[in-house]
């Protein structure tokens, strides 16, 4: 058997239905393999990095349940998958990425020189920081046990990237027929953890006690089996809930759920976590963006518990009163099969905070030609009750989002969380459709749609059910606000006096159907339209008034302080 053929029965074998590339002679023999036996799609991008984020929109969209998987060749395309890399590291997906090398005659090895090979790169050492496991495959006979150790890394635990470096050589080499006999033989467990409840005692009698309680739901919480069910069961008590940006991606907007916390979350979520008794941490790392700058002030009035996966992100920044290492499916499952009590909560305290919502969930840009809150809220009733992905961009488009788009059940918003990388959202998007063959809402600004707007092309040629939204406030606008706090109104490289490209024309050259527009009305229609028949569509928004995000948070503040300050 053809070794190459054989990383393509292992890579089916694992569930990988859906990979990502853009060919080179270094990897020609893995993309040939795997297009023949044809147990993984593979489609060509026009960039690695497009390749990278769209390996990692499979497994954004399948709760982790299926690996990402991205190819790029020797050098250039190696580090090209680099951000995509990173990007999965931080928020936590698992995905493989395959990188073909030179052959094995023509390695450095340890001469002290800095290439032998053309287009010989180290890409191995270069990832070591933001892979879970990296390694250049060393001889054929290695190759399929390798692979499949990096699969099974990628999953376990704190799920991430793993990355294999494999020479052209060996990937043509010839290994034994049985070498992929253990796929057929292996057994996988099905049963789940057991949960030991005496774990989350500490948890459950807190909240039997609180007058204050609430939930921090964070990013390493909405991917767990029971999330879904858990949130449900937290309504039904009337316990209220917030999240991180993270956690706002799966987060339904379901009873006594009231948003995102932090710099751009809403008024009420940072109400609540400064006015709570008790906070209930759920994988989330508590970043200065949640926090804000003064730690000791964040959730100024309550005990914190804080459960995590990882021990490091135990008293961090944020110094609970308890740390429990422990997944949140473990305590999600306590939860649920001893439901807490919350004898002593204050029937006043989920209606205060309800009271709160109605009077400060408003759209606070009526001042602008086009608001973008009510954008956002044009295209939550466009999908309600649909089953829809959104992507957002890196910018202010994305805090609009984040803090505008309430979910329902099936929806999800992904972000770019830990690593914040523009380019973003056009080619997860085009992972994540692949994946759940849903419907999906990219949003990006003009800044960020510049850097993977090649990938219209992918979208148009496999006729993916994608809208494109680019809200064109010709700026990089949330990098030219911070500038005119800071620098006087000094916006070099954020504002160029109005130049900006026409996406709708470009759009158009990829085509696809596109539309510019400024009018809310129009936005309406068309939104409208992609939900009932979706289909390969760009709308441009024209907003050049459009600069900031509100509320927003100044550094050195309270989070419950947010810009335009209130009475």
């Not at 609430?214 to 449900?232: E, H, P, T």
């Not at 949140?328 to 905070?353: H, K, R, T, Y």
């Not at 309430?406 to 380019?423: D, I, K, R, V």
Request: proline share 4%; hydrophobic share 40%; with cysteine.
């Amino acid at each position: 058997m053809k070794a190459s053929d054989a990383v393509a029965h292992v890579l089916g074998a694992n569930n990988v239905t859906h990979g990502f590339e853009l060919i080179g002679g270094m990897i020609a023999h893995l993309v040939d393999s795997i297009n023949l036996i044809g147990k993984t799609k593979l489609v060509s991008v026009h960039h690695e990095q497009s390749a990278a984020f769209a390996a990692g929109g499979v497994a954004r969209a399948t709760n982790n349940s299926q690996i990402g998987l991205a190819l790029g060749t020797s050098g250039p395309g190696a580090t090209n998958l680099i951000t995509g890399i990173a990007d999965c590291w931080l928020d936590n997906y698992p995905c493989v990425f395959l990188t073909g090398q030179v052959n094995t005659n023509e390695l450095k090895n340890d001469r002290n020189i800095r290439q032998q090979g053309f287009q010989e790169l180290d890409i191995v050492s270069i990832v070591k920081s933001i892979t879970k496991f990296s390694y250049q495959i060393k001889s054929a006979d290695e190759l399929v046990p390798m692979l499949q150790r990096a699969i099974d890394i990628a999953k376990s635990g704190r799920p991430g990237p793993v990355l294999l470096d494999i020479p052209m050589d060996l990937q043509r080499a010839e290994l034994p027929d049985n070498v992929i006999e253990y796929l057929t033989n292996q057994s996988v467990s099905t049963a789940g953890k057991q949960v030991d409840l005496t774990t989350f005692s500490t948890v459950l009698d807190a909240l039997s006690q609180a007058k204050k309680p609430l939930f921090l739901i964070g990013g390493g919480a909405i991917n767990c089996d029971s999330f879904v069910r858990w949130q449900k069961a937290v309504a039904q008590i009337g316990i209220p809930h917030v999240s991180s940006l993270k956690g706002s991606e799966k987060s339904q907007a379901l009873a006594n759920y009231f948003g995102m916390i932090g710099s751009y979350g809403t008024r009420t979520a940072n109400y609540a976590i400064q006015h709570c008794d008790l906070l209930v941490v759920l994988g989330s790392r508590m970043d200065v963006r949640q926090t804000g700058a003064d730690v000791k002030d964040f959730a100024r009035n309550a005990k914190i518990i804080q459960i995590d996966l990882d021990a490091e992100q135990l008293a961090n920044r944020v110094k609970a009163n308890v740390d429990i290492h422990a997944d949140c499916e473990s305590f999600f499952s306590s939860f649920i099969n001893a439901p807490a009590s919350v004898q002593q909560m204050d029937e006043m305290w989920p209606v205060l905070l309800l009271q709160h919502w109605q009077q400060n969930y408003v759209d606070e840009y009526q001042d602008w030609s086009l608001s973008p809150f009510l954008v956002c809220k044009s295209l939550e009733r466009a999908f309600k009750n649909k089953l829809i992905h959104y992507v957002a961009d890196v910018g202010n488009n994305q805090m609009w989002a984040a803090h505008s788009i309430l979910l329902g059940e099936g929806q999800a918003l992904h972000h770019s969380g830990g690593l914040g990388s523009m380019g973003f959202s056009i080619p997860t998007a085009i992972g994540v459709t692949c994946a759940s063959s849903l419907p999906v809402v990219a949003l990006t600004g003009d800044g960020g749609a510049q850097m993977n707007i090649q990938e219209l092309d992918i979208i148009a040629r496999e006729q993916l059910p994608v809208l494109i939204i680019v809200f064109n406030n010709e700026s990089l606008g949330m990098v030219r606000a911070f500038q005119e706090i800071y620098f006087d109104g000094r916006n070099e490289s954020t504002y160029w006096n109005g130049y900006s490209s026409s996406f709708c024309n470009i759009a158009r050259a990829y085509n696809i159907k596109s539309f510019v527009t400024s009018s809310m009305d129009e936005l309406n229609t068309l939104f409208a339209s992609f939900a009932k028949s979706p289909e390969p569509m760009l709308i441009e928004i024209l907003m050049c008034d459009a600069r900031e995000c509100r509320p927003r948070l100044s550094f050195g503040l309270p989070i419950d302080k947010q810009y335009p300050l209130k009475g």
